[in-house]
């Protein structure tokens, strides 16, 4: 149950788009199409952002977007706003029935 | 709307036990699997268990295994998760969190913070 991999920073400009990987395997990421990824605030509990890869939930905006290549999958914020800096972390399903996180991406609005 | 409310957390000593609990409302609760997920201070979110909606199947993080149990109550619409052998990198804040399925967590609760020290 090794942690996905993903950066520890990405920063961007308001306005730019950026991009967020998340690697792992082929008993992971590779292996299933549900990859989420979620934004946490300070102090407050994540929030879902995509589920399934690529599914918005209602409510997020269409500036987020997630899809997947062999074991890597990403995160794209478009239009990048203020309101986006924050931490984003990755999930997937596992072979073994479990979940298992990314280390987290503290995205700077610059 | 979905509510999840976590309690039960506090300080406890190494080797000791707690039990957290999780109310939750706005949905068919015995119809959805449920997760505990925490967060060491400053650090990364890290799964520990599922429950599927029935009670019927479990699954732990390799680091729990053993030592933390969750259940729960269909008729109350209540999540638990007991703590027993607890050590200090247990230290975290623990997350109930509504299961989508049939790999996501699309509610979370605000947050327990389990402190383990002597």
């Known amino acids: 149950q090794s942690a996905l991999t993903q950066p520890a920073s990405v920063s961007g400009s308001p306005g730019q788009s950026i991009t967020i990987s998340c690697t792992g395997t082929s008993s992971d990421v590779g292996a299933y199409h549900y990859v989420s990824w979620y934004q946490q605030n300070p102090g407050k509990a994540p929030k879902l952002m995509i589920y399934?890869?690529?599914n918005r939930p209602s409510g997020v905006s269409n500036r987020f977007s997630g899809s997947k290549s062999g074991n890597t999958a990403s995160l794209n914020i478009s239009g990048l706003q203020a309101e986006d800096e924050a931490d984003y972390y990755c999930?997937?399903?596992?072979?073994?029935?479990?979940?298992?996180f990314g280390g987290g991406t503290k995205v700077t609005v610059l | 709307q979905v509510q999840l409310v976590e309690s039960g957390g506090g300080v406890v000593q190494p080797g000791r036990s707690l039990r957290l609990s999780c109310a939750a409302s706005g949905f068919t609760f015995n119809s959805y699997g449920m997760h505990w997920v925490r967060q060491a201070p400053g650090k990364g979110l890290e799964w520990v268990a599922v429950i599927w909606y029935d009670g019927g199947n479990e699954i732990y993080a390799d680091s729990v295994k053993g030592r933390f149990t969750i259940s729960r109550d269909n008729s109350n619409n209540m999540l638990y998760l007991q703590l027993n052998s607890l050590r200090a990198d247990d230290t975290a804040v623990y997350y109930c969190?509504?299961?989508?399925?049939?790999?996501?967590?699309?509610?979370w609760g605000q947050g327990t913070l389990v402190t383990v020290s002597s």
């Open positions: 999930s997937s399903y596992t072979n073994s029935g479990t979940l298992v």
């Open positions: 399934d890869v690529s």
């Open positions: 969190a509504k299961g989508g399925h049939p790999a996501y967590f699309d509610h």
